[in-house]
């Protein structure tokens, strides 16, 4: 026994998880773990790499494969072979999926996803060139070959290129002793489920029963007498935030994908919804900054030509915003005041804007926001920028005039600052609506024209009441 309990202690000491953790205070990979890794790396001592890497979570390959430089990527993945896990390819940014990919021999890449799920497979293929994935395709056993081909064949950001085609599906005659025998010795099966489907022999759809119903009932029992209707399948060409939003709402595990005529062809589970999410949320933050489908990893060549176009469009809208300052050239001149004051007003504008745009963007991705609702969070923004104008209007009004001694130049900044806080909340959410309206992202777009409405409205109201007001 105390063999036994001295083993045990040794195996588990020897996981490398246990003997330190690779990540500091901060979340980052730590320094001395990667820098053990580098040294081994450098002395090509595949063994040490196997011990401290091999066992690693793919989440936790890919943070490491993130920290390492692009040439030590790939001596990792030749030096660790087969100890190298693929799915670690999920976990990192497509810079470096496709650069560590490339760099490996298409019979090497397809010996490495006949292992993987075919979600994952699909993931790490979708990104290669047409001609290598052929070829990739050609090497693997024809039913695998076949799965992939047909998740690929679906449009990208679909639950058709997100779905598992693994899954357990029987008829409805069966009884619950046959699935259980099937479910033991079928080698071809998925490792994890926890659904059973129950389809016709056309592999259409009927229905599905939950594992611990299965394993709950006599053996003599049938199945269509135990199974439920299917909860909310997912057409493979719904997109793939929708078959997120449908998770979100009735709390699924997993959802069955099925085709234009109610076959059964795959599922999708919860941890590949939840990197959904984090993919459209990480899209719509990137988006609204004008960045597009920039990555870390990126090239600047890359990165620079993905901000070049809206940064063209800001500079466009700055122009118009400078042409308006320069119809109140003359009133500019008679007081200086004006000048240091405007770009209060037009700054305060376009953050209140950004605030109401933000939010409606993320409620029509999240499909809060619709026609049954809108006049009332119309009018809710409408009477907070009513509200913040008055309350930063007297503030700075107040601080205006009393910094040039002008009650004037006090009355002038208070009443285009209410103004444009008015202009802002409007502009944040008609905006992003019509922009939805007309089949545009909002999230794209939104950005610039609320911004140049915020500097138009702001730098004309307070200049334009200037004049006026001081002839």
Known sequence: ?????????????????????????????????????????????????TRDVGRLHESELGDLLEALDPEERTRLVDLLGDAFDFSALTEVDEGIRLEIVESLPNDKIAIALSELDSDDAVYILEDLEEDDQNDILAKLPFTERIRLRRS?????????????????????????????????????LPESFSQVFVIDPTFKLLGAVDLDRV????????????????????????????????????????????DENGRLVG???????????????????????GVGDEELSDTVRRTSRSRVPWLTI????????????NLFDATIQKVVALAVLMPIVAG??????????????????????????????????????????AVF????????????????I????????????????LAGIFIPLLLDRVGADPAVASTVFVTTVTDVVGFFAFLGIASIWLG
């Open 1 to 49: 026994m105390s063999d036994l309990l001295e083993k045990d202690s040794n195996e588990k000491s020897a996981d490398p998880r246990e003997a330190e953790d690779i990540y500091a205070e901060d979340g980052s990979v730590r320094s001395s773990y990667l820098d053990r890794v580098r040294a081994a790396l450098a002395e090509g001592r595949s063994d040490a790499l």
């Open 152 to 188: 690929l064949d679906y449009p990208e950001d679909t639950a058709g290129r997100r779905m598992q085609t693994e899954f357990v599906a029987v008829p409805p005659f069966w009884t619950v002793g046959q699935t259980i025998d099937y479910l033991r010795d079928d080698e071809e």
């Open 215 to 258: 394993l709950r009932t006599h053996r003599a029992t049938k199945i269509e007498d135990i199974m439920r209707d299917t909860s909310h399948p997912i057409p493979a060409q719904m997109d793939q935030e929708e078959a997120a939003q449908i998770f979100e709402q009735y709390d699924l595990l997993s959802a069955a994908v099925t």
């Open 267 to 289: 599922i999708l589970t919860i941890d590949d919804v939840v990197d959904v999410i984090n993919e459209e949320a990480d899209e719509d933050i990137r988006r609204l900054g």
């Open 314 to 325: 800001n500079l466009a809208t700055a122009i118009l915003a400078a042409t308006v300052i």
């Open 348 to 389: 305060m504008g376009g953050n209140a804007g950004s605030q109401t745009m933000t939010v409606t963007v993320r409620a029509l991705a999240t499909r809060d926001l619709g026609i049954n609702n809108a006049a009332r969070i119309i009018r809710r923004e409408v009477l907070v920028g009513l509200v913040n104008g």
């Open 393 to 408: 209007g007297v503030l700075i009004g107040v601080v205006a005039g009393l910094w040039f001694e002008s009650p004037q």
């Open 410 to 425: 006090g009355y002038i900044i208070a009443i285009a600052m209410v103004v444009n806080m008015l202009a802002a909340a």
